[in-house]
């Protein structure tokens, strides 16, 4: 039975369409549905979100819309912070309407976003604001929100290759998430985000500490660990799904990882 959430249990009263709920940590959440809707903003750590059935990994500078009717939880958090808008249906707002044009309204696939990090400071500042129990109009607590809304809607990335070298290695990252499964040549994929070889290296080394193809890994060996532990499917199998083609070499990398064997972990789950 998947768990729902009631606004009534985190908004203080009718009045009040937007409250703000620091998780720092997040732990580890089962799966749940709300009456209310949550915009997502990772501010530290990493962890997995799984929501209607779709994995992504999260990472800081990343925001995620979470509609009341998508179900949703976390898993394998480390350190996880994240900053949680919970709001209420658009017909709840008594200032503001047609926020849904500002909201994407999507079920899947582009839910997630890199943030520019520009915008950080701003953001922090509404959040403040909005967190601010002294400043408790309705009115105005909805004004910060709707500028809330505009500013993560301006500053959240696209795939389409444009913007600072920055925004497409951001791109590129997010284009991975979804693609860690497929085959990557560098080559053609540092072309398409119109980035040199070079300086996606030398972008994600100085950035992330990691170079282009450790990351690949670590979202495969993630996945694979996930499946591994979700999962009916043996190791060859799940090697493929996770984009390695030796599963000896996928043995390897995965013990370096985890410190375990993926033969260990599937006769030993802990
Ligand atoms: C939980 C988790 C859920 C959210 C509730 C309000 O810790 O973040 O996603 O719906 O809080
Ligand atoms: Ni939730």
Known sequence: MIQKLFEKDYFLSKNQAI??????PQPVYPEHTHDFNEIVIVTDGF???????HLYHLYPGMMFYVHATDSHLYE????????NILFKMPDKFTFINNINTLIP?????NSHYFLDKKCNDKIKKLVF??????????????????QLLILLKENQYVEDGSGSSDQRVNQLLRWLQIHFKEQIDWALIAEKFAL????L?????????ITPQRYLTKL???????QLHYTESNITTIAQNCGFNDSSYFSTCFKNEFHITPKELRDNPS
């Open 47 to 53: 962890g997995k979100h799984i929501i209607n059935g």
């Open 129 to 146: 604001e909005l967190n601010d129990s002294t400043l408790n109009a309705p009115a105005y607590k909805e004004s910060l929100f709707l």
């Open 201 to 209: 290296h030398r972008k994600m080394k100085s950035e992330m500490n």
């Open 196 to 199: 040199s070889s070079r300086t």
């Open 76 to 83: 394998h958090v480390k350190n996880l912070h994240l900053t």
């Open 19 to 24: 409250v703000i709920e620091p998780r720092t």
């Open 105 to 109: 309204n999507h079920k899947n696939e």
């Open 220 to 226: 495969r060996l993630a996945e694979a660990y996930f």
